[in-house]
């Protein structure tokens, strides 16, 4: 049993290897699916270097697809996402984040790179907030940034979740403006996080968790 399900796990590597740059066949059932999502889970890791190679569209389409497919609250879908590959806006709203004081602070860091180290692409994630908001609203924006991150990892993206960047854009009057101007976010947007994400220029370890924070009770 132990040696069958070796070989699944080798072929299933293999299978992924070969299959990053194609469409995804959701028709097929892969012959382990456990071995798929759990292999996606514990290798993902945060990746914040990327090549200049765009992001292809049917992938952008992809990860903004698994994104919403997180569950919310009541399945009140309280969330607002944008993905922006136009590196014009990009570097506009960069401008505007690192006229801030936090943004200051960080110039020297970014080695002459935008705020969003040159991304293909970016996630902009936002609590919708309001009437039609449930109290769990933050909750539902991380449940589906997590989607989106391991939907990049498992397309052979790298990614990674900022929650600084954010900050930068709610402390600028002029980035905030431009989040609802030109990416369209609605009035009570609030914006959570971003995410980084293009092909990886960098390996980084994965790194260890500490097994002592959960247990099994029996
Ligand atoms: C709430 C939250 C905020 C984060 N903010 C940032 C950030 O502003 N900048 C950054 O580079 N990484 C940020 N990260 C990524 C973490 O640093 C990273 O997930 C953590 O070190 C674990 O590494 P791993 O993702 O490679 O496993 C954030 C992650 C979370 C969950």
Redesign the pocket.
Known sequence: MKILKSLLIAAGVMTLASCNQQRIDTSDEPADPSFYVLNNIMT?????QFTDEPIARYELEEILKAGLQAPSAMNAQDWQVRIVTNQEMLNTLSGFMLNTEMGKGMVARLNGKNAFANAPAVAFIAAETGEKATAYNREDT?LL?ENI?LAAHALGLGA????????MINDSAEAKEYLKTVFGFPENAELI?II?MGHPAEK?A??D?DQSKGRIID
């Open positions: 993902r890791v945060s990746v914040r991380a940034s991150l990674t979740y900022q929650a600084a960047p954010a900050r996080n980084i980084p994965i790194k968790r």
